[in-house]
């Protein structure tokens, strides 16, 4: 039976400038019991096999380098000696960080944040929907959640995303509870977690204020002037706590902190809005150029390999490539929002009224990352999609619980067919599922006319056997693999770094350049990032990565790179026979050693490499 909460009439909405009356907090019987159960699930599906995780290159390079020091922790650097950082904001990988100075680096340590930031995603959401209408909603939620492949994707993975839906989510229970009393204090609160998964995911995180802004604007049992008030000083807070890493980069002097990736002039703007943003949206006509940032077609579309081709536009987000990890619950989300807006505007609540302001919160925010994701490009990155599937499941619950049984039943039954539809394009992966879903589906429409109850619970186990089960395919290797990109089922890949992953050839090199250092502050410079990485993660060499992510930041400088070999800081570059070819930052760098530096023989550190060229660029034999 729904709870007194989930059942308090329209009627009882308070007058438009009266609090809302507070929700009961006593509990129904069988909520902790489920609610336990859930999350179980929810910790078994994340944490299961961390022990197989790998190492995700670029981002574990940074972490290892990022417990080296302070200044490396803050800035994220790329590289241990502190050169260079990663391409965006470094706030997701302190949590990894942290982990691994406290269980030491291995891959299981670095994915383990992200499990535990995903459990208290579920709990969160729980607690917001609850709030919002009560406990059935707040535990179907829950379980929606729990079910959908992208939540136990991000808690099996390193990406940025783990961390961001949860501050977001901390954001939208702090906006809740400042919305119920007008309490502006409690939105400044808000406001400060929006700062912080700015730290995360940049100028994404701006993307929930219309949500958290509006819930306030609309709801609030206050004046319009103070309402208006409250919501500019908790802007103003986050634009503070956003802004305060950029600020930090940006009055340290050059040298004094490491160069910022993705950008041509040592930028954190460029970095923020020119490389993280704004070529994000070339597609609808946006131009990065002149921002300082990198926009070479390869930085744009890096990652691409990773997941389907997806053009950017309205049907992106219904493509099976995202749909299939995010959106199974589609049409009941679509009937929790319309419909409860339709039953609302026929019973003329009151804008303070409790259920209207969930309305207004989670259908903006589906509304927009829609939007946004719909028109910037994500590179085919499904992890992206963990702000979607909060909405989707809040709203899915709603739908459930407040819908007219009858009308439930027939969206239901809506959506085992779009499930069934989503799981054929996939027709050799669990092959039984769609058509023992529709069959359930049939079952429990054959039940409405005669057990309702038995109906209801039927056609809820049939529109989550397809997604349960693309979900639970996580615990097998096969279908997703912890510490990589977050994708579940048949269109996972095997991504990744084994633990030990220096070969023969690279330790031997190691070994050379170890001992002939003789005090350099590099062991050698090396033409990008994925040279560098196996010798940081290995050994936490302090290598240079010259080029950065993309092969097209101008770092290191020409006169810096020479300052270095002078200066006696680099002695040695490694070089491959595509690096000359390179129009490319780096690859100028490339043609200057060989023109420079003497060619160390290969019979001096492996007389079996045939792919590297080892030069010495000490003073005494530079040309």
Not at 23 to 44: G, K, N, Q
Not at 220 to 229: F, L, Q, T
Not at 451 to 477: E, N, Q, Y
Request: proline content about 8%.
């Amino acid at each position: 039976m729904p709870s007194p909460v989930a059942q308090q009439p329209l009627s009882h909405a308070p007058p438009p400038t009266a609090p809302a009356p507070p929700i009961s907090t006593r509990a129904d019987r069988y909520e902790r019991p489920v609610l336990a159960a859930i999350v179980v699930l929810a910790a078994a599906l994340c944490l299961w096999g961390l022990g197989h995780s790998t190492y995700h290159a670029f981002y574990a390079s940074a972490v290892r380098s990022m417990t080296d020091s302070p200044s490396d922790f803050f800035y994220g650097a790329f590289d241990p000696a502190g050169s260079i950082t990663l391409d965006k904001l470094p706030g997701f990988l302190w949590p990894q960080a942290l982990s691994a100075l406290v269980f030491g680096f291995h891959p299981w340590a670095l994915v383990l944040p992200q499990a535990l930031e995903m459990v208290g995603c579920v709990l969160l959401l729980h607690l917001l929907v609850r709030r919002w209408a009560g406990v059935p909603a707040g535990l179907l939620a829950a379980a929606f959640f729990t079910l959908t492949p992208v939540t136990v994707g991000l808690g099996r993975s390193v990406t940025e995303d783990a961390p961001f839906v949860l501050l977001l989510l901390l954001a939208a229970e702090a906006t809740w509870r400042a919305t119920e009393r007008a309490r502006p204090r409690t939105l400044l609160l808000a406001g400060v977690w929006v700062g912080l998964a700015f730290q995360c995911k940049m100028l994404e995180a701006w993307a929930v204020v219309p949500a958290l802004a509006a819930t306030y604007l609309v709801a609030a049992p206050v004046a319009r002037r103070r309402r208006i008030g409250h919501v500019a000083l908790a802007g103003a807070v986050t634009v503070a706590v956003s802004l305060s890493w950029m600020l930090v980069a940006a009055l340290t002097p050059t040298g004094a902190r490491p160069y910022l990736d993705g950008t041509t002039d040592d930028s954190p703007f460029a970095l923020v809005v020119g490389y993280n943003f704004l070529t994000r949206f070339r597609a609808v006509g946006i131009d990065a150029a002149g921002s300082g940032s990198i926009v070479a077609d390869r930085a744009a579309h890096a990652g691409q390999h990773l997941g389907p081709g997806m053009g950017d536009g309205l049907g992106k987000m219904f493509s099976p490539g995202l749909a299939t990890q995010t959106g199974w619950l589609y049409p009941l989300a679509a009937l929790g929002l319309v419909g409860g807006l339709l039953a609302l505007r026929r019973g003329r609540v009151p804008r303070t009224d409790r259920l209207f302001a969930g309305y207004v919160l989670w259908g903006v925010w589906c509304v927009t990352f829609f939007a946004v994701f719909s028109f910037g490009s994500v590179t085919g990155h499904t992890y992206y999609m963990g702000v979607v599937a909060v909405a989707v499941a809040a709203l899915a619950a709603v739908g459930v619980a407040r819908a007219r049984r009858s009308r439930a039943l027939v969206v239901i039954a809506v959506n085992v067919v779009w499930c069934a539809a989503l799981a054929l394009r996939y027709p050799h992966f669990q092959p039984w599922s769609a058509p023992f879903a529709v069959a359930l589906g049939l079952i429990a429409l054959l039940l409405a006319g005669l057990r309702r109850p038995a109906a209801l619970a039927t056609a809820l186990a049939a529109v989550l056997l397809v997604p349960a089960v693309w979900t639970a395919s996580a615990l097998s290797l096969r279908y997703n693999q912890p510490g990589a990109f977050g994708r579940v089922g048949p269109t996972s890949t095997r991504a990744g770094t084994p633990p030990a992953p220096l070969g023969p050839q690279h330790r031997r090199l190691l070994a050379y350049l170890t001992a002939h250092r003789d005090g350099a502050r590099y062991l050698a410079a090396v033409p990008g990032w994925q040279s560098a990485a196996p010798y940081i993660l290995a050994a936490d060499a302090p290598v240079l990565p010259m080029g950065g992510f993309t092969g097209e930041v101008p770092y290191p400088a020409p006169a810096a790179f020479r300052h270095l070999l002078d200066t006696g800081q680099l002695r040695y570059v490694v070089l491959t026979a595509g690096t000359f070819r390179a129009r490319t930052p780096a690859g100028d760098l490339a043609r200057w050693t060989a023109a420079h530096c003497a060619l160390v023989p290969s019979a001096a550190y492996d007389p079996l490499d045939r792919t590297r060229l080892l030069y010495h660029c000490g003073p005494a034999h530079q040309g």
